[in-house]
């Protein structure tokens, strides 16, 4: 089976542009979380959605929004983008119910100029 | 809130020396505990996890037991190998609806 994929891979964008990263989660799996990932620190939480609702959400400005659709993918959208919004942005997903791991994508490194 | 610390890196050792990253962590209930490794220019993989007190997670020779007395989590391997070179994240999950995680710790093994 085919893990959680993320597109782009690569983005860099300038002060100011609007960003749109987009996440498959696996198979199966209808809750997707999005985090964001500083060079040289730890992941930290965006958003989770399940069931294309919003079921949490971190201590970010309302910059960052976030959807899933009905097929269980997602994106994350940053407007007015700044220089400290460059970092990985991970996608996890899960299935709800039972275990609560969490498998993560691979990343879009993106980078603002 | 709840929170994680891990022992800042990075960490150097031979090859087959002894590991131990520290990890603890504040929560208000009882979460799940992670330890997740992340190998240059990749994403996270889950390394093992424990759901609650007392249980030992453990995969590729990799263990940790969640403490509650002492609300740790510490990562152990008896022989390191130069592929275990990664960065470890220690992570809580304490409501089914967001990880937090900690700084990440570098290790390094030298063969």
């Known amino acids: 089976d085919a893990g959680v994929t993320q597109s782009p891979t690569h983005l860099i964008k300038t002060r100011g542009q609007h960003v749109t990263l987009r996440c498959s989660p696996i198979s199966g799996h209808k809750s997707v979380s999005w985090y964001q990932q500083v060079l040289g620190q730890g992941p930290q939480f965006i958003f989770q959605?399940?069931?294309?609702?919003?079921?949490g959400r971190g201590n970010f400005p309302d910059r960052f929004s976030a959807r899933q659709f009905p097929n269980y993918s997602s994106e994350l959208n940053v407007n007015a983008l700044l220089l400290g919004d460059s970092a990985l942005y991970l996608c996890?997903?899960?299935?709800?119910?039972?275990?609560?791991?969490?498998?993560f994508g691979p990343g879009t490194r993106l980078t603002v100029l | 809130g709840d929170s994680v610390t891990q022992m800042e890196g990075p960490v150097t050792l031979s090859e087959e020396a002894f590991l131990t990253i520290n990890c603890t962590y504040t929560?208000?209930?009882?979460?799940?505990l992670f330890w997740y490794v992340q190998y240059p220019g990749e994403g996270l993989q889950l390394l093992l996890k424990a759901t609650k007190a007392d249980d030992k997670g453990s995969n590729k020779g990799f263990e940790a037991t969640y403490r509650k007395e002492t609300t740790s989590f510490h990562l152990e391997k008896g022989s390191v190998q130069v592929s275990d070179s990664a960065v470890y994240f220690c992570?809580?999950?304490?409501?089914?609806?967001?990880?937090?995680f900690g700084s990440g710790t570098k290790l390094n093994v030298k063969p």
């Open positions: 929560a208000t209930g009882y979460p799940s």
């Open positions: 959605y399940y069931e294309k609702e919003e079921r």
């Open positions: 992570a809580l999950d304490p409501d089914f609806n967001k990880f937090y």
């Open positions: 996890a997903s899960r299935r709800q119910g039972g275990s609560n791991e969490q498998f």
